[in-house]
């Protein structure tokens, strides 16, 4: 009998069965954990050329290599380390980089974002947003180091804001990739 496909294992998950979930994850990956592990033998081959095209391809993999890749960093010996930690930084980056082109795109959407009955208090009505919000949103996550409590506060002052001050609070952040503390004001 055939192994049921991955849509067929997802199918029979049960809603919040973590554990299968991460059984399906590991079927979807395996046989491309290996490939990758063979790939950084090659790269940390005594042949310079050869590593360097291995390394090429485990970059035009992106982030699904990064697991392997950080899997594999070992402290000892130290060529390989600082090898396996450049390779790892410059997926994240790669992949960081990708996601900013999206989200900067995004901060151009003025569509209303649907907002249904999530996670929020009975007594609190969720903010009304905007996809361009979303991104601007995620954006400031993604690159702000702000502590998570200001960020989460700067996030609900900023959508409280008039469309009129978002839309220039995006216009600015965009610009020169800085957000306004407005916990501060």
């Known amino acids: 009998m055939a192994e049921p496909s991955i849509a067929q294992q997802v199918k029979a998950l049960r809603a919040g069965d973590d554990k299968g979930a991460q059984a399906v994850a590991r079927a979807v990956t395996a ?47 130290l060529d390989p380390l600082i090898w396996d930690v450049q390779l790892a930084a410059d997926l994240v980056l790669s992949a960081r980089a990708q996601l900013l082109e999206k989200l900067d795109a995004l901060l151009e959407d003025k569509r209303d974002v649907p907002m249904g009955d999530g996670p929020a208090p009975r007594d609190e009505k969720p903010l009304p947003r905007r996809v361009c919000d979303e991104a601007y949103l995620l954006e400031r996550k993604l690159i702000s180091s702000e502590p998570e409590e200001a960020l989460y506060l700067n996030s609900r002052l900023y959508l409280k804001l008039s469309v009129e001050k978002r839309d220039q609070e995006i216009f600015f952040a965009k610009r020169r990739r800085r957000f306004t503390p407005f916990a501060d004001e």
Do not use: Q, S
């Open 31 to 77: 046989g491309a954990d290996a490939k990758i592990r063979d790939l950084l033998a090659v790269v940390h081959g005594d042949d310079k050329t050869e590593a360097g095209k291995a390394a090429g391809v485990v970059l035009e993999l992106d982030l699904p290599a990064f697991p392997t890749v950080l899997a594999g960093v070992k402290p000892e010996p």
